[in-house]
């Protein structure tokens, strides 16, 4: 009789430790799973977000969110995504959030919620260096216009096409446009400022900033609509790396000053 008492006591205590070691790894699952910030990138968009000779993932947006992810105690997963799809996928929840170099517009926050802006943007035109033709959104009147596919700069022109005439080609990517203008076959480029600047400064000799400019949208992180509290945990760390200097940093390291104090943000 003891020994059968025995016999249960201990399958219970077995029984209760596999019960403890199951808690204790879905425990830590979960804690991991936590732990993650899954990020959207489109990677193709220097100097945001791109890869370079070895495939690296590089670029302004990809070491702010490493900044971030470091600030939160998190690890973070990038999910490269074409632009074209890259809001649908943030709604059917392959991903937190989206950073990577996403324009802060009207339409787009009745869709989404958005940190603070983090980087002054907005839509320029950029030319050939001898070309002075280009001073305001007018003068694109007769001009062959290179834009990427569904972005904003998509929808600059085509608000622009109702009150002045021009021909438009829409790219998969960004860089197809400026090889597209090495080659002659487009007048002018629509794009953020942000990148405008680093192409003109890799190859002045090629490109310039004209001193038209159509849009101002500040660049922010999208989120799903009703993710107020990873918005909230983002927006506290986005503040830590303003006030510490390293947001100004980053800036500094990719576009040779800093762009992220004083933003304007007014959308228009």
Do not use: H
Request: glycine residues 6%; charged residues 25%.
């Amino acid at each position: 009789m003891r020994r059968k008492s025995l016999l249960k006591s201990g399958l219970l205590l077995a029984l209760a430790l596999v019960l403890v070691l199951s808690a204790t790894a879905c425990s830590s699952s979960s804690d991991t799973a936590a732990a993650k910030l899954v990020i959207g990138v489109d990677d193709s968009y220097p100097p945001m977000e791109y890869r370079d000779e070895n495939n690296t993932l590089i670029g302004f947006d990809i070491d702010m969110t490493n900044a971030l992810a470091e600030k939160l105690g998190m690890e973070v997963e990038y999910v490269s995504t074409a632009w074209d799809g890259i809001f649908q996928g943030l709604n059917a929840g392959k991903y937190d959030a989206i950073i990577s170099s996403v324009s802060m517009t009207n339409a787009r926050l009745e869709e989404f919620e958005f940190t603070k802006p983090y980087l002054a943007n907005g839509q320029v035109i950029v030319v050939a260096p001898d070309d002075d033709s280009i001073s305001t959104p007018e003068d694109l009147a007769g001009k062959r216009v290179g834009v990427q596919l569904s972005t904003t700069a998509d929808e600059a022109v085509q608000k622009q096409l109702e009150k002045t005439e021009f021909e438009v080609t829409k790219y998969d990517d960004i860089m197809q446009t400026f090889t597209a203008m090495e080659a002659g076959r487009i007048d002018a480029i629509v794009v953020d400022a942000a990148v405008a600047m680093d192409y003109v400064a890799k190859s002045p000799d090629k490109f310039k900033i004209s001193s038209a400019q159509l849009t101002n949208e500040p660049i922010s992180i999208c989120l799903k609509k009703g993710n107020t509290e990873l918005q909230e945990k983002l927006q506290g760390a986005l503040d830590e790396l303003k006030e510490d200097g390293t947001l100004k940093d980053i800036s500094i390291k990719w576009f040779g000053d800093d762009y992220t104090s004083n933003i304007d943000e007014t959308l228009y």
